[in-house]
């Protein structure tokens, strides 16, 4: 990370985000219900917000400097989304491995229809992409094998989180390996779980949950932080509905915030305001991931 350094956990530290989440949890257990993101808006915003993120390209960096060379290599990309992360590692790939034989799965047709169309426009000419759409725990026949399996920020939305990274693992062939991209629960997230655990029923799991699980299971496993950060400067600095904000809101909380209540839409904002950083005339917010490398 460039620029202002940021503290790893800023809510842990900031009395004032940590008494704005005492209010939204107050606010939020008077909604009754939460309106999730159409598959449309998902798609937009989530674009929105990874062009605006350093996370991404450290990502793709990683892969790039994780996978040698290799004649032929399987790889399965769960809740491949719009595909702009798996097409960004197939570039760096395609020049020193041999034939790749891609698949894609992800329930959210809209993004699969984009992966898809992007691909078409891509040259990659010893690619082989196939994309299923579907959930994952429905999608992938049982006697598949991959040489790499990998979950970026999925697994947050699966009913059960534990059961597909254990069929995940299943997927991968003797030699191979499963590489699972998780949040760790810090400051934007003490935000963002409450309201993925509302929307979903459930307690969300992040990257310390996915430690503890591997540890009970025994799996031998390296955990790497991949430290980025996100510029929220439209949402922090500019009207407050401006387009451009409004769908770093949507998608820092997974819900259409058009449809919160003022009081909670304000506490959002508040929240963030609160634990931003600043470098120049931008405004940030620190975005880690952790990842997972587990042997098949």
Not at 228 to 252: N, Q, S
Request: overall charge negative; charged content about 25%; proline content about 5%.
């Amino acid at each position: 990370m460039v620029g202002t350094a940021a503290p790893d956990s800023i809510a842990s530290e900031n009395r004032e985000a940590e008494a704005i989440l005492a209010e939204l949890d107050l606010a939020l257990a008077e909604v009754d219900a939460l309106q999730p993101l159409s598959d449309a808006r998902f798609l937009q915003s989530h674009v929105l917000y990874e062009g605006r993120s350093a996370q991404q390209s450290r990502i793709v960096d990683w892969f790039a400097d994780h996978v040698g060379e290799a004649a032929a290599y399987r790889v399965l990309s769960v809740g491949c989304g719009s595909g702009v992360l798996d097409l960004a590692i197939l570039e760096r790939w395609h020049g020193r491995l041999g034939p790749i034989a891609y698949t894609g799965v992800d329930p959210n047709g809209a993004e699969c229809v984009a992966f898809e169309e992007a691909f078409a426009h891509a040259e990659l000419g010893k690619v082989e992409l196939d994309v299923v759409r579907g959930r994952f725990e429905d999608a992938c026949a049982d006697d598949s094998a991959y040489d790499l399996v990998h979950l970026v920020h999925c697994l947050y939305y699966m009913d059960d989180p534990a059961e597909s990274l254990r069929r995940a693992r299943d997927l991968v062939d003797e030699g191979g390996e499963l590489v699972v991209f998780h949040a760790p629960c810090e400051a934007l997230n003490d935000l963002a779980s409450r309201f993925y655990d509302k929307l979903y029923g459930r307690p969300t799991l992040f990257a310390e949950e996915i430690e503890a699980l591997l540890g009970r299971w025994e799996w031998p496993f390296a955990r790497q932080r991949v430290n980025a950060r996100v510029d929220v400067t439209p949402l922090i600095d500019g009207p407050r509905e401006h387009p451009v904000g409004r769908a770093l809101r949507d998608f820092i909380i997974q819900v259409d915030s058009q449809a919160l209540p003022e009081p909670v839409r304000a506490l959002v904002d508040r929240y963030l305001e609160a634990i931003v950083f600043r470098d120049g005339d931008c405004a940030y917010v620190a975005h880690p991931v952790d990842a997972f490398v587990i042997d098949g």
